[in-house]
């Protein structure tokens, strides 16, 4: 069992814990509140032909993964060519395309075997759904209705990474947020970023676009990790966590509530962080095999928390870089970038156990559905195995083609996005 939380903290776990989805909406990415975790009870573990509702083409190329929000299912795209961005809205009942905008672009720099043009994951709020084009010269932010109808844009500017953009907006509370964070130089000619604000996290109005607030950020490594909200004491938290540590920001305001700061090596965040009762879990890495794995245990200070390292993990290679954590009772799981699935005690960090799963490598995140874990790999099998303390593998099914991106899980359907096609598994 977890440590016993003081009283003053019992508002913070239940938060925590209310954001797994009760079979609703699936507005962001790794669905409510960045959790990746689903109470529905009607996912099929192991599927046929006839468990696959609809199978529907996706034009262009990207690894942005699908959202759901009021029976609609948007995800963003890129031309082959490069020569256009696209968010595409279908009918989450019938797969059917219901409306597709799209803006000019250009193809440049990124990193092929990771990345793609169109790697940022849309989010919704029920009424309107924001997404972040990465036109090739600025990273945009574009806001449309239901119908399709086009709202607002704001531009964050010039973006410089070695491997591309990729972040993903959240909305929260009427409020939108993006991270627009950037390589500090060119890796390759070690110029400086030209921009004189090449981190900057950014909160706007989500119905009008108007700058909230911003917060410049000192930049080292182009991050792509999303935030996410714990409300205690009345007060609203935005968790962010990049390079330099992990900093919680007051929602309304962006005064800065707290901060933790990585010790040893600065390295990249791409998963995003979880967090379970009273404990933070963070992640980070880098294409070298690095790691760097941090479970905090988030204390109180007036209305606002405080955070302190329980335990670290930081030379096991066996932790994931890109695919995110999920936490579950008194347990992590993990499933790390060469296809490992791991079990991890959450208040030690000590491995219960580890197995792999297939042959193919891994840069989806896995996600929990009614107690078990569904984790899509690169050469198109999703695994279903147990969370559980004793390891147990349920099923592995074949979609055929490649899975990049994290799956949505929402009202009785299972959407995942391979490289070519969008698939949705329901018993329905």
């Not at 600065?266 to 790691?291: C, H, I, N, P, W």
């Not at 290679?317 to 008194?330: G, I």
């Not at 208040?347 to 891994?362: D, I, M, Y």
Request: aromatic residues 8%.
């Amino acid at each position: 069992m977890l440590p016993r939380l003081p009283a003053r903290l019992a508002i913070l776990s239940l938060v925590v814990l209310a954001s797994a989805s009760p079979a609703g909406d699936w507005p962001r990415f790794r669905g409510p509140n960045g959790s990746g975790v689903s109470d529905d009870k009607n996912i099929p573990v192991q599927w046929t032909p006839k468990d696959v509702a609809w199978k529907v083409p996706i034009p262009g190329l990207g690894n942005g993964s699908p959202i759901v929000s009021k029976g609609r299912v948007f995800v963003h795209t890129a031309a082959a060519d490069g020569g256009t961005r696209s968010l595409i809205c279908l009918d989450a009942a019938t797969g059917k395309t219901l409306w597709t905008k799209s803006v000019p672009a250009k193809k440049v720099h990124f990193n092929p075997s990771y990345n793609t043009l169109a790697s940022s994951t849309p989010a919704a709020d029920g009424e309107h759904v924001y997404v972040a084009f990465w036109t090739g010269n600025n990273v945009e932010l574009f806001a449309y209705d239901f119908e399709g109808t086009f709202l607002w844009k704001h531009d964050f500017g010039g973006f410089l990474s070695q491997h591309g953009a990729g972040a993903s907006p959240v909305v929260y509370d009427g409020k939108v947020l993006l991270l627009h964070d950037q390589d500090a130089e060119d890796m390759k000619t070690k110029k400086k970023n030209p921009s004189s604000r090449p981190s900057v996290l950014v909160c706007l109005d989500a119905a009008k676009g108007t700058v909230l607030w911003e917060k410049e950020r000192p930049a080292v490594r182009a991050c792509y990790s999303s935030p996410f909200v714990l409300e205690k004491g009345g007060k609203k938290e935005l968790i962010l966590t990049t390079t330099p540590g992990v900093v919680a920001y007051d929602l309304a305001t962006g005064a800065e509530l707290w901060h933790y700061d990585w010790s040893g090596n600065k390295l990249r965040t791409v998963a995003s962080s979880v967090a379970s009762g009273e404990m933070l879990f963070v992640a980070g890495g880098d294409g070298s095999g690095l790691r760097h794995f941090v479970a905090l245990r988030l204390g109180e200070k007036g209305n606002a928390s405080t955070a302190e390292k329980v335990w670290d993990n930081k030379r096991n290679k066996n932790m994931p870089y890109v695919p995110c954590v999920l936490a579950h009772n008194d347990h992590l799981y993990t499933v790390n970038d060469e296809g490992y699935v791991s079990c991890l005690e959450a208040r030690t960090g000590k491995e219960v156990w580890k197995e792999r799963l297939g042959s193919g490598q891994v840069s989806a995140s896995p996600v929990l559905i009614d107690g078990k874990i569904y984790a899509p790999d690169l050469v198109g099998k999703v695994h279903v195995v147990e969370a559980s303390p004793t390891y147990k593998k349920l099923a592995e099914n074949d979609l055929g083609e490649s899975v990049s991106a994290t799956p949505a899980v929402a009202d009785g359907r299972l959407i995942i996005r391979g490289r070519n096609h969008l698939f949705c598994v329901s018993r329905k």
